[in-house]
């Protein structure tokens, strides 16, 4: 081999050990999140629970939850067209300013928020579509499969740590403080660690796309694995969209306040953090399918406590099983959706990441319509076959989960480029 052939394959090789390493504007996007989780954390947990406390109406709450995600949608599908022709960091701007904007309307409307229920849904859902749509599109331009899953679970770390301290102090402060004052502290804050992820928002810089949003045409040429993927984000949306904020309701009926949401809230998070930790040291391509089944089958067993009786024991017992094993299953499935999108297409970036939100939140509105059709009917038992039916409609993913690209070879791979 001459000197020519063996400086090529170095720099072969220390590019791909260069493409593992994150780049500083992923570490920029990294504290971005961080912060924007802190924010969320802080008082997104409690806005379920404060319309409670406002109005006792299941019903009412289902319905702001379903304009939510009805408008999450709507809002990737205009950021998507925005990114085409100027940087998905001004989306990452827009959705943070809408966020402000939704936490300024509840402290106007004090305590008649349940009377705009619907354009708080609305509101929140234009605002988490368009910061969602931009961080999406901002974490595939600057990750690659050689160090999405690091991404991811230092991703996770970061969430959950964030998780650990707010939650509780949020629920302390509300528990402590007269009537909804604590509340109305608690939003402020948050509106103020958004307008700070603003402006360091501003250090990031990403180049548009000048060509057209094309769905359908996206949809059509997709290749199948594409497909069951979409399938896989419906039937968690199904699970997702309605115990994301059916759990905090339910420790308030079984005798809970804020301060215990909190708590159980701070001991998932330690929990989690734990889990995404461990991931970030045993995740390796090949036994992405094995944690990935681990996963979901566990995450099935923690809310089967919660099938055969609701208290703060069995709430308990369901969030710390899910906040361990549920990084097993997100982690992997996360990348194995920007898997396929980093290998099937290049311009089309946009197209595939609004078509799986669609989807995500497809299924979020079909649990939340279940939702809005049991309650009404007031049963114990159909609440556990609620619980039941969203609780295990992610299994679904298991029947094909080796259509789903989970790059198990990407090791070997790389391996076999640093020996040409």
Known sequence: MDWKTAMKNRTKIDNEEKSTRLSREAKILLLVGGLFTTATSLSGTFVNVYLWRAKNDLSMIGVFNLFQFIFIPIAFYLAGRMTKARPASLCLRIGLLLHMAFFLLILASRGNAPTFVIPLGTLLGLAAGFYWSAYQILTYDL????????????????????????????????????????????????????????????????????????????????ASVWRYTLLGHYFFGIRNGVLMFLVNLLILISGGNEFTIGKLAMAASIVSAISFSLLEKILKPKRRILLFTIGAVMMLVSVSFLVFDTNLFTLLAYGLLNALFAPFFQVPFDSATLNVIDKNVNQSRTEYIILKEFSLNAGRITGVLIFLTLTRQESPTLMRILLLTVGSIHLTLLLFRKKLDFDVDVTKNRVNIKNK
């Open 143 to 222: 990750t690659s499969r050689m160090n999405r899953d690091t991404y991811n679970s230092i991703l996770g770390i970061i969430f959950s740590a964030s998780n650990i301290i707010t939650p509780v102090a949020s629920g302390y402060i509300i528990s402590k403080m007269p009537q909804f004052s604590g509340y109305r502290l608690i939003f402020m804050i948050s509106a103020a660690i958004y307008t700070a992820v603003w402006l360091i928002s501003l250090m990031m810089t990403a180049k548009p796309l000048d060509r057209p949003v094309e769905l359908f045409k996206c949809w059509r040429s997709a």
